[in-house]
């Protein structure tokens, strides 16, 4: 049996561990959780994760342990865990921007550290995962985490080198879209129309076009020339988006969640 370990069992993590447990790894894996919200830590027990009352313990009982909190939570935790951590340990960290050569500097040399960029849609089986790793972990180890990331969605593998400039592409732009929905609402609440017939036409939208995008074959060039007619309405409203320079604050908004993960690494 798999001995597979949480710190923090806040929703990211909650989500992670059923995952799993709805899974066919669910007979192989035996999962245990910290945090220090009672309330987390009961809702775990709920779904049949065995609780413990110290991060220390987890690290204690688990080949794989998995760091889901704050990124300024984790100085304090690696304080506790630090000498509980061996070789053997698999570490699997979802914080954005901390390196596998951090978690080696506060634990042991050449750690084994897997870093992952999950999101959100997770939460739903609809998550797109992003995961690299040190060079001391094993194919078997490394294919056992792609495996629980696999059981809540799709995941890729990407150079560790760029664990940071994915985080834009994947861990933070759930939020992005949802801005860019919330504005196309509020145009429809703006010109009448009952916001709940809106939020579920955009939304349906956006579900059918990333359809399009993974299942169609199509470029996204043919895609958007399918939608747009010469003269029509797609073509005044694309030369709109152009014309503000969407693709600018596109690339804004990427580089400042990059830079901002690498300033979260130092």
């Known amino acids: 049996m798999t001995k597979v370990g949480f710190i923090g069992a806040g929703n990211m993590g909650y989500a992670i561990m059923k995952g799993i447990l709805g899974s066919d790894m669910k007979g192989d894996i035996e999962l245990y959780a910290f945090d220090k919200a009672e309330a987390a830590l009961e809702r775990a027990k709920a779904a049949g994760v065995t609780t413990v009352g ?3 313990e987890v690290v204690e009982k688990c080949k794989y342990v998995f760091f889901a909190i704050k990124p300024q939570q984790l100085d304090e935790v690696l304080d506790e865990v630090a000498d509980k951590v061996t ?5 699997v960290s979802i914080l954005a921007g901390v390196t596998d050569e951090y978690y080696a500097k506060r634990t042991v040399e050449g750690a084994k550290v897997v870093l992952v960029m999950p999101n959100t849609p997770f939460l739903l089986g609809e998550g797109a ?9 094993t194919d078997e180890e490394f ?6 990331f696999a059981s809540g969605g799709i995941y890729s593998v990407v150079p560790k080198d760029k664990m940071k400039e994915i985080i834009a592409i994947n861990g933070s732009s759930p939020a ?6 919330q504005y196309f609402i509020e145009y429809a609440e703006s010109v009448g129309i009952d916001k709940e017939a809106a939020t579920a036409l ?10 399009m995008i993974t ?8 895609l958007i020339t399918m939608v747009s007619s010469k003269g029509g309405t797609t073509i005044a409203g694309l030369e709109q988006l152009r014309g503000n320079d969407l693709k600018k604050a596109v690339d804004d908004c990427c580089k400042a969640c990059t830079k901002r993960a690498y300033e979260l690494s130092k």
């Open 143 to 148: 294919e056992l985490v792609c495996k629980v």
């Open 87 to 91: 070789k053997d340990t698999v570490i």
């Open 129 to 137: 995962t992003a995961l690299s790793h040190s060079d001391s972990v």
């Open 202 to 211: 955009f939304a349906k939208s956006l579900i059918g076009s990333a359809k």
């Open 176 to 181: 992005f879209i949802y801005l860019y929905a």
């Open 215 to 222: 299942d169609s074959g199509k470029s996204l060039d043919e």
């Open 54 to 56: 110290e991060a220390a």
